[in-house]
């Protein structure tokens, strides 16, 4: 038989078994538009680890504070060993603040205190994510302004009360951001004047993410995000905002308010150098870093990609499980398709039909079923979007996942096609012409 009768034969045994043919499919069509979602799902969860950290340079380190502190015996800034009453088990603001003066290959030091505060403006109000941040911070996380100016550490040691808004919070506020500079709004019963408002971010912009909390034990939904969030200089923050005007405890409990440092090395070359100097300094006052985590912004990418991927590759093993099952429906229904078909075989065979002719037949139809409940998946998964959105999951549609899913269909029809094929192939004509 000419290849062209072959596919011929093969559409035309599928149309008149449209309805097998459809629910055959079916697996492949929910196992496709698995694949293109786990894709999609994945790729969205990539851009929005991309998003949190682009802000950061390459050459920034995050100090983050251990939930079991260290408890030893309290050091002086050079190692010795003193004899206070009280044991030191962290460091004070103004301790990590000296490292840009103290350690070599340390630039500089940025700090910021985070609580959640509601912001007023005539009537229109809202509870956001307030941040007290120095110069440093705000330079190293490359929050830059879309109209005014950011604050300097001035502002702060004059306690001036001034704030830089995110650009969604001054949308809320103002509706116009390049209305907001010049103007006023209150934050916990003080007035304070806007001075600039942030260039549009997206996703967190490097910042420290998770809840804000609001009173102790409980914690609200407040977006961390740069853009939903409200700047003032750090010792502004801790007089008017955070319920405490020290800075020499570290991570403040008074209202909840957190605060975490970031620090900027030298040069991308010097990253590591930097670590081990803010280790060795840590040590040198507490006698052990234990008490914090010290990380570059690349180790932090990649463990927050690394996370991510793990998760996509978890859902894609399930939706590969789905094809799998799928073929075997496809296997079993192409072993009844040759019991149905043993005479036409025999006589196929009979009028001088080769071997190959008959195993690409069945393969072909195994493929045909695969390949189309591959492309109606895709067809299915432009539907993703609708269903992910609406259960909160983020969606990011490619051709990459369109062409992977089609590509293990095809695959599965013809691994689990050929089995029968091979053996609709092997049937011998006198026995097939005497099949009952």
């Given amino acids: 038989m000419r290849p062209l009768e072959v596919v011929r034969s093969v559409l035309l045994d599928l149309r008149m078994n449209k ?30 680890v991309t998003d949190q950290y682009r802000r ?22 050079f190692g010795q060993t003193t004899t206070a009453a009280t044991t030191q088990t962290i460091l004070s603001a103004d301790q990590f603040l000296a490292m840009s003066n103290q ?3 340390v630039q500089s030091v940025g700090v910021s205190v985070r609580t959640s505060a509601t912001v007023a403006e005539g009537s229109a109000s809202s509870t956001v994510n307030l941040q007290g941040v120095n110069e440093a911070y705000a330079t190293i996380t490359n929050l830059y302004t879309a109209y005014g100016d950011f604050f300097t550490d001035q502002d702060g040691a004059l306690r001036h009360r001034v704030v830089v808004l995110g650009n969604n919070i001054a949308a809320t506020l103002f509706t116009d951001p390049s209305t907001a500079v010049g103007q006023t709004v209150m934050i916990q019963g003080n007035t304070f004047t ?62 909840n308010a957190t605060t975490s440092y970031i620090a900027l090395a030298s040069d991308i070359t010097t990253v590591s150098a930097a670590i081990d100097e803010i280790d060795s300094y840590i040590a040198s006052i507490l006698g052990s870093s234990s008490a914090y985590t010290v990380t570059d912004a690349g180790s932090t990418l990649t463990a927050a990609l690394n996370t991510s991927n793990t998760m996509a590759s978890l859902l894609l093993v399930i939706a590969i499980i789905v094809l799998i099952v799928s073929g075997i429906g496809i ?50 998964s432009f539907l993703a979007p609708l269903v992910l959105t609406a259960l909160g999951v983020s969606f990011l549609a490619s051709v990459e996942g369109a062409a992977l899913g089609i590509a293990f269909s095809a695959a599965t029809g013809m691994f689990f096609g050929y089995y029968p ?9 006198i026995d097939a012409l005497n099949y009952e």
Wanted: glycine share 14%.
């Fill in 19 to 48: 309805s097998r043919a459809f629910l055959t499919s079916l697996g492949i069509i929910i196992g496709t538009a698995t694949i293109i979602m786990v894709v999609g799902i994945g790729k969205a969860g990539e851009q929005a």
């Fill in 194 to 255: 806007v001075v600039g408002v942030l260039d549009r971010i997206g996703g967190t912009g490097g910042l420290s993410t998770g809840s804000s909390s609001t009173s102790p034990g409980q914690t609200s939904s407040v977006s961390t995000a740069a853009d939903d969030s409200i700047f003032m200089p750090y010792a502004v923050a801790l007089k008017y905002t955070t319920g405490t005007a020290t800075a020499g405890r570290g991570t403040f409990s008074a209202n």
């Fill in 56 to 77: 950061l340079s390459a050459a920034s380190i995050t100090i983050t504070q251990n939930s079991t502190g260290f408890s030893g015996g309290v050091r002086g800034p």
């Fill in 103 to 105: 350690l070599q290959d």
């Fill in 331 to 380: 296997m079993n229904v192409l072993m009844v398709a040759v019991k149905e078909r043993t005479r036409e075989i025999g006589i196929l065979k009979s009028v001088g039909a080769s071997r190959s002719t008959i195993l690409s037949e069945f393969l072909l139809e195994a493929v045909f079923i695969s390949v189309g409940g591959g492309l109606l998946g895709v067809g299915v």
């Fill in 421 to 429: 094929a091979w053996k609709a192939s092997r049937l011998k004509p």
